[in-house]
Every structure is written in C-alpha cells, then in structure tokens.
C-alpha cells in the first residue's frame, strides 16, 4: 500500500456531552485522518488520477493551484509522492502552518495579497494561476472552483462512503461550503437516493455563494463570491446556514475543550449548524457533521489568544456556552428558494484553462 491508498475511510464519532447539553443528536466525520490531514485530499487524489490517466498531466509535470490552504497541501504531497513540481498559490489569510506544510512536501508557495472586487482573494490567485498555467511548459491546473471533478468525487468517495458507513440510517449531512464540490456531490448522491436525507450547507457571512453581499471574512477555506458550477442544482440542498467569524472560532474551541476532537475553524461553523438542525427537526436518526480539517493547521489563530484578542474573538470556551451561541444563528434559507448566484462570465475573465471545461466530456476509466 503506497500513502494514497489511505484516503478515505475516515470514522465516525459521538459527542454525547454535547449532544446532552443540546437536546440534539448528531455525529461528527473526522476528515482529519486522511494522509494529508483533510477532506481535500479526497478531491486532489481523484483529480490527479483522472488527469495522469487522460494524459493532462505527464511525467515531470507541474501542477499549479489556487488554494487557501487544505487543497494546495493534499496537491503538495500528491506531487512529492508521485514526482511532479507544485506551484500553490495562496492568500493573506492563509496559515503560517499551512503555507509551511505546503513548503515541507517541496512545493513552491506564491501569496497573492491583491484584492478582488469583492473584498476577498479568490478571482485574483485563479487568474494568475490561469496565467502561469498557460507560460509553464507541460502544467497542468486541478482547478478546483472550475473542475466538476470536485462534485463527482465527492459524490463518488464522501457521499457513498458515509452512506455505507451508516447503512443509510441517518437524518442527513451537515458541510461546509467553499468551492463547492462537497455540498455539490453529496446534495446530488442524497437527492438521488430519497427526499427524505436532509443535506445542509454551511456558509459564512460575506460570501455570496447564495447571494447577498460580499465583503471580507475571518473563516478560512469557506465561501466564494459566486456559486461553483460544481453545484449543479442548488435547490438539491435543503438548508443553507450562515455562520457568523467569532461564533466559528468560539464553537471550535468549545469542541476542543469539552469533548477533546482538534478540528479547524469552519468545523465550529459546521458543528453549530448541525446543532441548530437537530434542535429544529428533533432527529431520531444521527445528522452527519462533516469536519474538514485538524485545529493543528490554525494553532496561529484559532488557539492562539493574542491573537483572538487582537481580533476581538472572545475566549470563552465553556460548554454551556455553546448552547447559548445556538439561540443567535439566524434562519437559514430553504429549499425550494436557495439563491443562485452563478458567474458563468468568469470562465472567460479569468481565464479558465480549455481542459478544465472539457474535462466532465472525457470518460474517467
């Protein structure tokens, strides 16, 4: 078994302190014990695999991404374990640990500090990213906002994986929203099951994904300023939630402290979604809260006082108080009136790479 052969797989667990305090009944996926530590290891395996068999991507290659930190480092350690040069392309938000990890497994690390025209960094790092995929000689671009191969592996690894898991007994699937291949391919695997599994997705405030305004955020690795075509039907999810930047962090720590699981800042936003949910629905059924990463990627941050108060995060991290966070989540959006926000303009102004675009038309064998 070569390092790769390990992705996936990733347990289930219970957290009945929580779950007793809050009246409510759900489990928590730990995307953590993938090989390179997160859910976006699942995506970059299965993109590498399907461009190295389409022969987009061959020997000596250079793979070049946009990336604010988990999908650059699962690229980064796809490339040392299979010989290809990595360019990763990341923004001021990105971690002094991430962008060390990225750098550990040999990759080169560009940060890209000019502002988009939504306050963020997402359009500006694809677009050069775009630009140096074109100069460099035999490169190839995963593209992960852009490449519906993001949905199809989720839909294809994550969705079936916990549905097994679970034989299927469950209310439904809580996760985290950024370029949109996860809530994309498990909104599609659930629909086409039955009505009656309840996906979730999990935003934050100043991404526009499903509308509203854009404006700068604190949650790392969530949100865009448009909906992801790797959404293919918005209206397949059933609640969109938007957590607010302190209420991630707070709800994080709390997870921390009190039930000892280390995860990243949009699991809080994750956790109190699915807290929310279950108090709402009362479910009998476990809801599955996926956590993307591990909390040892944000130490800087996350647990970093100074930084929190510097940031004017509270401190705070007693259990008690995560059942009073609950009350001051705002109602989320509903199916059928999910917002859509697609951009399809920027394929163009960015300069989305050809292959990207023809990838859904060449059969993964």
Request: proline share 3%; with cysteine; net charge neutral.
């Amino acid at each position: 078994m070569k390092i790769l052969d390990y992705t996936g797989e990733t347990p289930l667990v219970n957290i009945d302190k929580i779950n007793n305090l809050c009246g409510t009944n759900i489990k928590l996926k730990l995307e953590r014990t993938n090989p390179g530590g997160s859910i976006k290891d699942r995506v970059a395996k299965y993109i590498i695999d399907y461009a190295e068999k389409n022969n987009l991507l061959r020997r000596g290659g250079t793979i070049i991404e946009s990336s604010s930190g988990n999908f650059g480092i699962s690229l980064a350690m796809i490339g040392a374990a299979r010989g290809y040069k990595v360019i990763i392309l990341v923004d001021p938000k990105a971690t002094d640990v991430n962008i060390s990890l990225i750098k550990a497994y040999g990759a080169e690390v560009i940060v890209v500090d000019k502002k988009d025209d939504a306050g963020s960094y997402h359009k500006t790092r694809i677009q050069l990213a775009n630009d140096l995929a074109r100069k460099i000689e035999n490169s190839y671009r995963p593209d992960q906002c852009f490449n519906i191969l993001s949905s199809i592996a989720h839909k294809e690894t994550t969705a079936k994986e916990i549905f097994e898991q679970t034989q299927g007994e469950i209310s439904g699937v809580v996760a985290a929203v950024s370029t949109g291949g996860q809530i994309g391919g498990i909104a599609e695997f659930f629909a086409e099951k039955s009505t009656k599994y309840l996906v979730t997705c999990v935003d934050a405030y100043g991404s526009s994904i499903f509308g509203g305004d854009s404006h700068s955020y604190k949650i790392p690795g969530v949100g865009l300023s448009w909906t992801p075509r790797n959404i293919k039907n918005v209206n397949n999810i059933d609640y969109v939630y938007r957590i607010r930047d302190e209420d991630s962090y707070i709800a994080a720590r709390i997870l921390c402290r009190n039930e000892g699981i280390l995860a990243g800042v949009s699991s809080g936003a994750v956790l109190l979604s699915a807290l929310k949910l279950s108090q709402k629905i009362q479910n009998k059924k476990p809801l599955i809260a996926i956590l993307g990463d591990s909390g040892e990627r944000y130490l800087n941050t996350l647990f970093n006082d100074e930084w929190l108060k510097e940031n004017d995060i509270p401190l705070d991290s007693h259990l008690e108080l995560l059942y009073q966070l609950l009350s001051t989540i705002d109602e989320p959006q509903v199916s059928p009136n999910i917002v859509e926000n697609y951009r399809d303009d920027l394929i163009e102004s960015l300069g989305v790479p050809k292959t990207t675009m023809t990838h859904f038309q060449i059969k993964f064998k």
